[in-house]
């Protein structure tokens, strides 16, 4: 299938966070540009805008991207979003799931191919593990909504390469350019798209006595884990005076 109107909607997982490329708008690649490149590839009447911004919430996300979403018209639309609302101490799991599955609805009623992600497992994760529940509880409401609109779900829960640290960011957080090479690769299958996108390397790092280990995790907590609670306690965000990075259909190289 061929598409001409791609638009991808959500927050740091679909903007590209984790993904630097500096020459970029907001300074990242990311899967969906990765999935833009493979569409647009021989194809001059291709058009890809990228409406998300890092930080968002899944009310925001609606707020801000919907309607201009909409208004684009696209034949084909992504979208991710939620993730930011679970890991809050308090999430009302049933009403983001009410409003999200109303935003779908009127996605999948404009007729194009429309495309939502669970949320990822964080069972091998010691510090998202908690969480674990919502996470599955929120995945549910997805795939149901999925299945009454005809969506296609990209099933982040059970890719569980994802356990495997190298496809991160060192923040922990967000995937890191082999993730997102990979999610690239999970979505243009999905679409039934023939491309060429291969695997990036995964580079081992060194081993670390129990110390080692130990003054990471520190480090961890002191340059990424207390600025993000910090943020989130003054209600700031990372993407706080961003806007879009592809406010309009526009080619991609």
């Not at 308090?90 to 983001?96: A, E, H, P, T």
């Not at 529940?133 to 969506?151: H, K, P, T």
């Amino acid at each position: 299938m061929s598409f001409q109107r791609y638009v991808a909607l959500g927050d740091s997982f679909t903007e590209g966070v984790g993904d630097p490329d500096p020459t970029r708008p907001n300074g990242v690649r990311g899967w969906a540009d990765r999935v833009a490149e493979v569409l647009g590839r021989d194809n001059p009447r291709f058009g890809y805008a990228n409406l998300a911004i890092r930080g968002r919430k899944l009310p925001a996300i609606l707020d801000e991207q919907l309607e201009p979403a909409l208004a684009l018209e696209p034949d084909l639309v992504t979208i991710y979003a939620g993730a930011n609302d679970i890991l809050r101490p308090k999430v009302d799991i049933d009403g983001l799931a009410e409003r999200y599955d109303d935003a779908l609805t009127r996605l999948a009623g404009t007729g194009a191919r429309l495309v939502v992600f669970t949320a990822f497992d964080p069972g091998g994760s010691a510090i998202y593990r908690p969480l674990r529940g919502r996470f599955a509880l929120y995945n549910e409401f997805v795939r149901d909504s999925a299945r009454r609109l005809g969506a296609d779900v990209v099933d982040f829960w059970r890719m569980r390469e994802y356990r495997d640290w190298r496809y991160w960011d060192p923040d922990r957080m967000h995937l890191g350019p082999a993730g997102h090479q990979r999610m690239a690769t999970e979505v243009l299958d999905t679409l039934a798209v023939p491309h060429a996108l291969e695997a990036l390397p995964l580079h081992d790092a060194p081993p670390l006595s129990r110390a080692e280990q130990h003054r990471e995790n520190l480090d961890w907590v002191r340059t990424m884990a207390i600025p993000w609670v910090h943020r989130r306690l003054t209600g700031r965000s990372s993407g706080d005076g961003l806007d879009p990075k592809r406010s309009t259909l526009l080619p991609i190289d």
